[in-house]
């Protein structure tokens, strides 16, 4: 099935001059992962915003998508259930699921063998920080957490309690997102698995945020081009830091392929991500109003 991309998909061209507001957010995260806010609260800050549509899509988790559902309707905003699958790459390779069935058993199933993998992740990754002389303990990482879901932010902000980086992104530059670290794995499922788990639980896969694979163009949409011959529908285009040219180039990469160009923020709390507001990114960067996105990502589920 063909999706037409309209030839400004995320209003950053010259008819958005005007400044819209961002209608739509397509990936956010709620404290069920490693976003600050409650699910009902990330609602109410998207309508405070002025959101007509968003989708809730926690890390390797559904445990947000009732809560979240239930405020969207009494706000009467669009609500799209979502999730983001961490996967197998070599650089960083999430895959966003959308409309899934959140009881879907195939999905509840991954969840939880991948929620498990990333908790015995979390001591690997404390006695590798030992061996960098940072004491940090797991009742540390677990203090900045509500629940069992505990990911390398939560590691991130007890490390800066403990004053041992200034803020989260100086824990992530100098100790989390480091080759040194990479050598603390935790197993993931593949690409191709998270879109088949994503099909089988009833939803449509779009790859998140591309540049994080680190691909150039070519290599990129020939992964893209692959992954689609694995039921990839969509290609997460806009998001809360790109710019103008990047932007153009995944939505290039997308018609190629004819996948839906998807958009949205990555809004984790300012506590968290400081410069990432909900709806708008990065200094107003994402301005991204395709609400007819729903019909194309509900059709591709049902394809
Ligand atoms: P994990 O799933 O536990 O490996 O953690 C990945 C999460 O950490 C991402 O989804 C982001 O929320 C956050 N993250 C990854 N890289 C960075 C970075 N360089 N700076 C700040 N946060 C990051
Ligand atoms: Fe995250
Ligand atoms: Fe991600
Ligand atoms: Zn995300």
Redesign the pocket.
């Known amino acids: 099935m063909v999706f037409q991309t309209s030839g400004d998909p995320c209003g950053k061209g010259a008819a958005s001059v005007n400044a819209k507001m961002a209608q739509v957010d397509l990936h956010l ?1 709620t404290n069920r992962s ?1 976003g600050q806010h409650a699910p009902s609260e990330v609602v109410r800050l998207a309508y405070e915003a002025g959101l007509k549509l968003i989708a809730v899509t926690d ?1 390797d988790t559904v445990g947000g998508i009732a809560e979240s559902a239930t405020a969207a309707a009494r706000y009467g905003i669009g609500f799209i259930p979502g999730i983001e699958i ?1 996967t197998a790459h070599a650089q ?1 390779q ?1 895959m966003l699921g959308y409309y899934i069935d959140p009881g879907a058993p195939v999905l509840r199933e991954i969840c939880l063998h991948f929620m498990q993998l ?1 908790d015995e992740r979390i001591g690997n990754t404390i006695e590798y920080l030992h061996r960098c002389g940072i004491m940090i303990t797991r009742a540390d990482v677990q203090a900045e957490a509500p629940g069992t879901y505990l ?3 939560h590691i ?1 902000a007890a490390m800066v309690r403990a004053g041992y980086a200034a803020d ?2 100086e824990a ?2 100098k100790y ?2 480091t080759d040194a670290y990479r050598k603390t794995p935790r197993p993931k499922p593949t690409a191709v698995e998270s879109i088949e788990a994503i099909r089988a639980a009833g939803g449509t896969a779009a790859l998140a945020h591309p540049d994080s694979l680190h691909l150039e163009a070519g290599a990129l949409s020939r992964h893209v081009g692959e992954l689609k011959s694995f039921g990839l529908a969509g290609l997460e285009c806009c998001y809360g830091t790109y710019s103008r040219a990047q932007t153009a180039l995944y939505v290039e990469i997308a018609k190629q392929h004819d996948l839906i160009v998807t958009g949205g923020s990555d809004f ?1 709390g300012l506590a ?2 400081p410069d990432v507001m909900i709806g708008s990114g990065r200094n107003h960067l994402l301005d991204y109003n395709d609400l007819s996105v729903a019909e194309a990502l509900k059709a591709a589920a049902d394809a």
Do not use: T, V
Request: hydrophobic letters at 30%.
């Open positions: 995260h490693d890390h961490s960083e999430h990333r990911g390398r932010p991130a989260i992104n992530f530059k989390l997102a984790h968290i991500k």
